[in-house]
């Protein structure tokens, strides 16, 4: 997860834990607003352990809370957590990639064999990662009115999104040209089009890329085939960009 944890927390004791009870289920939604007013109310900081997107069973710590007055209303703080049998796009949109990804990498298995539908996953991947990499990920630690830590909730950072979309995919598809030049113009095209604090993550996975072809093929016309730039894998290659 995104964030370490704040000097501010680490300097007042634990005062509280919240334990799931029930039936496993996941973390569909956070009422992080609902969160911040209890925790500003005691004076304390509440930090979730487990959020959206996360299984939970009995006894999985949902919250610590540190530095409290008092203890908190453990139903108020239940109903902050909306809970369900799978997870959700609402809170979560690691989600939806771990799906598109899915369906990638099911297309990549021997079984299958389908390269074409691998790329119409990558297609809507570089869709969810543009609107993600123009959206401030780094909201881990949340504050009042005053400026006082209160809440402390894990995000998934940039880097986090680029494993989940990228790895698998670029393992499972390391044999396949279609898939690498696929690949390779979407990390391009993202370098293009998204700030410059998202290019330092890209540019290690145009490494990466580069490293799984060297690795995958050894012919040298398989190799410089592998690493053209095409949007559609096959069929519309792109100009090089300078990788400098």
């Not at 123009?134 to 504050?143: F, M």
Request: hydrophobic share 40%; glycine share 6%.
């Amino acid at each position: 997860m995104a964030i370490a944890l704040p000097e501010e927390l680490q300097r007042y004791p634990l005062t509280q834990t919240l334990l799931y009870t029930g039936r496993p289920c996941a973390i569909q939604a956070l009422d992080e607003a609902a969160l911040l007013t209890l925790s500003s109310a005691l004076g304390g900081i509440v930090e979730v352990v487990s959020s959206s997107g996360d299984f939970v069973v009995e006894g999985t710590q949902l919250i610590r809370v540190y530095g409290g007055s008092k203890n908190l209303d453990e139903q108020a703080l239940r109903k902050t957590f909306a809970t369900g049998e799978e997870r959700t796009f609402e809170q979560d949109p690691k989600y939806a990639i771990r799906l598109l990804v899915d369906i990638a990498i099911k297309a990549l298995s021997p079984a299958i064999n389908d390269p074409t539908t691998a790329v119409q996953a990558l297609d809507q991947i570089e869709d969810l990662l543009r609107r993600l990499g123009q959206r401030r990920l780094e909201i881990g630690a949340i504050r009042d009115s005053l400026g006082a830590l209160r809440l402390v909730v894990p995000h998934p950072a940039w880097e986090d999104f680029l494993i989940l979309a990228f790895e698998e995919i670029r393992f499972s598809g390391a044999t396949s040209v279609q898939v690498m030049r696929r690949m390779n113009a979407l990390v391009s095209d993202l370098i293009s089009a998204l700030p410059q604090e998202r290019h330092k993550a890209l540019r290690h996975y145009q490494q990466r890329l580069d490293t799984t072809i060297a690795r995958t093929f050894e012919d040298a016309e398989d190799r410089r085939q592998a690493s053209v730039e095409d949007r559609q894998g096959l069929g519309n290659p792109q100009r090089h960009r300078d990788r400098a």
